[in-house]
């Protein structure tokens, strides 16, 4: 009965509703949050469907400076990377109302403090835990100023397709990775914030038009400090922020204090590595304290970089 209930062709179609606007819309978060957990929690989970992404994990865990529960953070590792793309677009079809069932935010103070000095603010998530949950969270909160980074492809994703378009981010895309693409995107950026807006940013990901070398858990990384030069630009304060969503669909959003911006006798490549540097400390200690909410891709990449040089 087991075996006829949960097999790989069973949960793909279960797979392919979720991922759905359909299942977007139809499923809602709770009951399909208890779903997911449930089936992350089963054997055939961990020793059948995931079996390769879950070996990387443990070669992933190993190689951190932390003592880990192996057996206890593999569910937690599947939950946190499968189906992001209905739980965030499903989160979008929350009522205000209903949100903080299920959403605590800690450190909202800092932003609030900033928006009301009239500061811009650039929100520095990562790829970890369920970033783009905070895309229509704030939103939904009110922040009708929320602008978001994000690539013209993505755009097709669930995440954006799947989503109440009522509670979703305003929208900065880049159809490509080129320099004229970039620089667009950076002014367009500028001028949200010059105007008070919050821009939402990827502080991890690998596009960029330069990148500072930091060794990061003994591996050598590069990381792209355009949110550093948006701040140099326009005066905004960066707010690094981090989402973990726990079992059964618990999310917890993290605003940490704003980045030091440095001195204004600094140079403003000293800035940008300065501030570069201390969110790559930020993420770093995230990673070790959690890595279950590690992205499979960016685990793949992380072992497969070139050692760093002591």
Known sequence: MYNYIINKKNVQKVNNYFNSVKGSRNIPYGFGSKVITWFCKTRFAREEYFTKRLNIFRQFLKSLPGEYNEEELLPRNIYSNFLKGWRSSSISWMSEKKLPRYVTINGLEHLEKALKEGKGVIMLNSHFGLAQAALYIFPILGYQEFYTVVRAKGLESLKFEGSNKKNSPKILAFKNNSQGELFKQMYRAKEVLNKGGIVHLLGDGYHGMSAVNI??????????????????????????????????????????????????????????????KQYAKLLEDRWIEQPWNVHWKFI??????????D
């Not at 669909?249 to 440095?262: N, P």
């Not at 793949?300 to 040089?309: G, I, M, P, T």
């Open 215 to 276: 060794s990061f858990l003994g591996k050598l990384r590069g990381f792209r400090p355009s949110y550093a030069e948006l701040s140099i630009a326009s005066g905004a304060i960066v707010l690094p922020t981090f989402v973990d969503c726990a079992m059964k669909g618990k999310i917890t959003v993290d605003i940490l204090q704003a980045l030091d911006a440095g001195n204004k006798d600094m140079k403003a490549d000293d800035v940008r590595e300065h501030m570069t």
């Open 300 to 309: 793949e990449k992380h072992l497969y970089q070139v050692d760093a040089e």
